[in-house]
């Protein structure tokens, strides 16, 4: 059983926007110091979509830069992904991961199980 989750994904039409949250599903993590979210579309690769970490920086993949923002960091391993103007191209399984990292080697992570987002008119 995935050790985060997460919720709010759905259909949306092009230009719609959609609010994806996560959360441990129970218990506390072990520290943590990377927040993130990934996603997956059909035929294609594992992609970051966003990163937070503990010292507050953030990063974005090209295509979603000034459409869609992590929520700040939370060592909790609490997280969102606030995505507007939505693009058939964004349809994809997204999955929020949190992890401990030394120098951008992981030493652990959890994740979640994922969540579909499909953007389609």
């Known amino acids: 059983q995935a050790q985060l989750v997460e919720s709010g994904g759905g259909l949306v039409e092009p230009g719609g926007s959609l609010t994806l949250s996560c959360a441990p599903s129970h218990g506390r993590l072990f520290t943590i110091n990377v927040l993130g979210w990934y996603r997956q579309a059909p035929g294609k690769e594992r992609e970051m979509v966003a990163t937070?970490?503990?010292?507050?920086?953030?990063n974005y993949q090209d295509s979603v830069k000034g459409r869609f923002t992590i929520s700040p960091y939370n060592a909790k391993g609490t997280m969102s992904l606030q995505m507007v103007d939505l693009k058939p191209e964004d349809t994809a399984v997204y999955y929020c991961t949190a992890a401990w990292t030394v120098g951008g080697t992981i030493s652990y992570d959890y994740w979640g199980q994922g969540t579909q987002v499909t953007v389609s008119s």
């Open positions: 937070v970490s503990s010292d507050g920086i953030t």
